[in-house]
């Protein structure tokens, strides 16, 4: 079993839709969880950390449940520009970043 | 403020070559690293260094080795290259919080 699994997708949705991803993550024992954005032949970017009450950065809302291991990324009224793949990442430490587990990535694609 | 660059953005090279690639980053972060990403994989650490002086093995270090040369530089060889090592290859630092990436270098060993 991968340590973070990720449905690759791909998404498409049309322009203002909803959509979610989910993600699950082996490690109980898991500190700290992000999601980033990948653009097509780009670096990885952080697009946000995860908290455990949930957090929400505009369009994007960042969901984790502890008990069932998983976390989510929901964006609402989803623009062209959102066309990516989004990476969840997930940090068994604490503090050093050298166990960064990276998903494959959900691909995204918004259509006009 | 660069950020974290690398080079070459783009390297072919024939099995058995041998290559360097290059990150530099000017954010003054004691942690720099490099990873792999092949389709389907994800990101995988080759290695890491936690601090000037300092490296360490990663998920995938088989066939690379590295230098911290300073704070700021932190490269990656390739000492006989193998088509299992085309992929794209990011080098990354990390300020306590979150991880900045560079641009990547596509390499193609045929």
């Known amino acids: 079993r991968k340590e973070v699994e990720q449905d690759p997708g791909p998404f498409n949705v049309p322009e203002g839709a909803t959509v979610a991803f989910n993600c699950t993550y082996s490690n109980s024992a898991s500190q700290s969880f992000f999601w980033y954005r990948q653009d097509c032949r780009k670096e990885p970017k952080l697009l946000m950390s995860?908290?455990?009450s949930g957090n929400e950065d505009g369009r994007f809302t960042a969901q984790l449940n502890r008990a069932s291991q998983y976390i989510s990324l929901l964006i609402r009224d989803s623009k062209l520009s959102d066309s990516a793949t989004y990476l969840c990442?997930?940090?068994?430490?604490?503090?050093?970043?050298?166990?960064?587990?990276f998903g494959s990535g959900t691909q995204l694609t918004v259509l006009p | 403020n660069a950020g974290v660059t690398q080079t070459p953005k783009f390297q072919v090279l024939k099995t058995g070559q041998s290559m360097t690639l290059q990150c530099a980053q000017d954010?003054?972060?004691?942690?720099m690293y490099w990873y792999r990403q092949d389709p389907g994989m994800g990101l995988r650490l080759i290695y890491y260094s936690a601090s000037e002086g300092t490296t360490d093995k990663g998920e995938v270090p088989n066939g690379y080795n590295v230098s911290r040369l300073n704070k700021r530089e932190f490269s990656l060889r390739l000492e006989s290259a193998a088509p299992s090592q085309t992929s794209v290859y990011f080098c990354?630092?990390?300020?306590?919080?979150?991880?900045?990436f560079g641009p990547g270098t596509r390499l193609t060993v045929t």
């Open positions: 990442v997930v940090n068994p430490s604490s503090g050093s970043a050298r166990q960064l587990t």
């Open positions: 995860v908290y455990s």
């Open positions: 954010m003054n972060h004691n942690s």
């Open positions: 990354a630092s990390n300020d306590g919080q979150s991880q900045y």
